[in-house]
Every structure is written in structure tokens, then in C-alpha cells.
């Protein structure tokens, strides 16, 4: 059974008909928010930035939200596939010690832990994230705005059912609860900002820790990120919220025409209260030049317990690390079948293999 398919905007499409895919004709790289399904991109991201990539020599801008800035600030330490195995081994081995007659961790437990792990995994290295000679990395986070500026018991879930709502009614009405911030190391972001409010700021070791915690604290579940150097003040929490599959309007420079996305299915939801609404859930020209890398339903079935890793895993395995553990674990094995399928189809590109997107 084949387990990866290729999805394409038509002027990606055309351009693979003409020149095939080269790794000089990427310019962007989106990550996705999405918690443990992003395990199943692993070996995906080995191949492409510990060999492919490394064949080419322009400036790549790498776009990431929640785990997905986590892989891609991990893209850019100097070996990157070792990297990237740490982060698996680390992410399935992660786990949350509870006192009795407590069901799950406070978020405040779990933001203290993932603080840590994050200085466990960066520290002294940041230096080689923020100064890396091709990669110019972004990190989503989301701001929240008047109700949402401060988090508080009341008023966090108050605001958020004020999100959802303004949201229901419009995307764009989202704004005025949560704002889209990039910290970036590059002075221009690599798509337009007419869609959504927009701040960027610049990635810096002051800030660095800070900004990639935001972009993964999901609400409930971590505490946001509040005083974030160099930043707008307020709560930051997960660049999902705003950007959940960072559906944007990208502009790659002309020389380096493709979106390469690895993703773990085919559509682009704009942000994750737009999970319920199916309709945003379509492509749109803003995704002309993207290819999108996505496991086949299909093949998902055959993964255990029939589907991707999942948030909810935590919960449903509860006290058994070690049956989580062997579940997510045989779920990014089986995966290395996507890294090896489009190793095979780089070698001779064949158009008649993409789907639309």
C-alpha cells in the first residue's frame, strides 16, 4: 500500500511539470499545529533537511505554530536529523507524574515541565537557530487582545467563548480578540498580512524561549506566556488558535517558486476554531504554489490503533506511559514509508502522481 500522497496548487503543479522539484526551488516551508500527529512527519523532516535540502544553497523561510515551530527552530541546529530524532524520543517519552486522585496536570505543571524540557533541548544552542546561514525561521504565536489580555479564571473562558463566537461570524472578526505575532529572524515575513491582524518582532535570545513556549501553550492546558522581550505586552498562547495549519498567502521569491509543506492530511484549516467549519477548510489561491506532503487515509488505518497520534492519547492511555509509548512509537516507524516514497518520487518527479489541492 502506498502511504504518501502529493497534493499541488496549480502554478506548483506547473512548475513540477516544466522543471520537476529540485531542493533550489523551495522557498518555504510551513510546520502545522497539531500536537502529537506532527510525530508522524519525523522522518520526513530528517530527509529533508539533514539530505535533501542540503543540496541547494538559497534561503529558506521556515514557518511553524505550536510543534510545528518546534520542528522548525529544530531544523535549524547544525545536525538536524540528529535533532529531529531527539525531538521524537523526547516528545513520546514526555509525562506528567500525578499525586493521587488527580485525573490530569495542571497547567501549570505542565507549562513548568515543558519550560524545562525546552532549556534542556536549546540551551546553549540558540545561538546556532538564530544565526543559521540559509534558514530563516518564524514563529507563530497568538496575542490576546482586551478580554484575552490577561488570563484569568473567568475571564479566559469568557474570552474565548467571545472568540469563538466573533469567529463563527467571520475569520477576519477573530481580530479582535486574538492578534497574530511572528518572531522572526528575518526582517520580512514570506506571506501577506491582509488577511488577519499581524505583528512581527524580531527572534532574539532574549526572546527565543518565550516566543516558541507561546506558540505551543494551548489554552486549558499550559498557562500563556506573558512579559515576552521585545514583544507587545499581554498573554501569548499557541500560534494554532490563529494559524492552526498556517493557511496564508504565501509569496516565495520568483528563483524559489515552491511551498513544501509536510503535513499530516490534506487540507489547510485556516485556524483551530475553524475545525467546526468546513467550508474554510477548501484550498484557495493563496496556496497556488504549495505541495503538500500528507499520509493516505488509507494508510492511516493500518497505524495503530487506526489513526495518528493524537492530544488525546494523554488521556485515554492515562497512567500507562508504556502502551502510549509502543503506540506512538510503531506509528512514526511505519512512517518512515512517507520519507521513503517521496525520496523515490524526487528521482524522477512524475506530474500525473498530484492531486489537487
Not at 151 to 175: C, E, M, Q, S
Not at 199 to 217: G, I, K, W
Not at 307 to 336: H, V
Request: with cysteine; net charge positive; aromatic share 10%.
Amino acid at each position: 500500500m502506498k502511504a504518501l500522497r502529493l497534493y499541488a496548487g496549480p502554478r506548483a503543479r506547473q512548475h513540477i511539470a516544466q522543471h520537476g522539484l529540485r531542493p533550489q526551488d523551495v522557498g518555504v516551508i510551513p510546520a502545522a499545529a497539531g500536537g502529537p500527529k506532527g510525530l508522524i512527519l519525523g522522518p520526513l523532516d530528517r530527509f529533508l533537511f539533514g539530505q535533501w535540502l542540503p543540496q541547494s544553497a538559497q534561503p529558506v523561510h521556515l514557518v511553524g505554530a505550536s510543534i510545528g515551530a518546534w520542528r522548525m527552530a529544530t531544523a535549524c541546529l547544525e545536525t538536524p536529523a540528529v535533532a529531529f530524532e531527539r525531538l521524537e524520543r523526547d516528545y513520546i517519552a514526555q509525562h506528567y507524574a500525578l499525586p493521587p486522585g488527580q485525573k490530569r496536570p495542571t497547567p501549570e505543571q505542565v507549562s513548568e515541565q515543558f519550560a524545562g524540557n525546552l532549556q534542556l533541548f536549546y540551551g546553549g544552542r540558540m545561538a546556532e537557530v538564530l544565526r543559521h546561514p540559509r534558514y530563516r525561521l518564524h514563529i507563530v504565536t497568538s496575542r490576546g487582545r482586551h478580554l484575552l489580555g490577561r488570563d484569568g479564571r473567568v475571564r479566559t473562558p469568557l474570552g474565548y467563548l467571545g472568540a469563538f463566537a466573533a469567529n463563527a461570524l467571520h475569520r477576519k472578526a477573530l481580530g479582535a480578540w486574538l492578534e497574530r505575532v511572528v518572531f522572526s529572524t528575518a526582517p520580512d515575513l514570506p506571506f501577506g498580512t491582509d488577511d488577519f491582524r499581524t505583528r512581527q518582532v524580531p527572534l532574539s535570545e532574549a526572546n527565543f524561549m518565550d516566543a516558541l513556549q507561546a506558540s505551543c501553550s494551548i489554552p486549558f492546558v499550559l498557562r500563556p506566556v506573558h512579559g515576552i522581550a521585545g514583544a507587545p505586552p499581554g498573554a501569548y498562547w499557541d500560534g494554532g488558535i490563529t494559524d492552526y495549519h498556517l493557511h496564508l498567502r504565501y509569496q516565495p521569491p520568483a528563483t524559489a517558486p515552491i511551498v513544501l509543506y509536510p503535513h499530516f492530511q490534506q487540507a489547510v484549516v485556516p485556524g483551530w476554531l475553524d475545525k467546526a467549519w468546513k467550508g474554510r477548510h477548501r484550498s484557495s489561491a493563496a496556496l497556488d504554489n504549495m505541495l503538500v506532503l500528507a499520509p493516505d487515509p488509507a494508510w492511516v488505518k493500518t497505524l495503530p490503533n487506526a489513526r495518528l497520534p493524537d492530544r488525546q492519547d494523554f488521556t485515554r492511555y492515562g497512567p500507562d506511559l508504556a502502551g502510549r509509548m509502543k503506540a506512538w512509537n510503531g506509528a512514526t516507524a511505519a512512517s518512515q514509508q512517507l520519507s521513503d516514497e517521496f525520496a523515490q518520487w524526487l528521482r524522477q518527479p512524475d506530474p500525473a502522481r498530484l492531486q489537487p489541492l
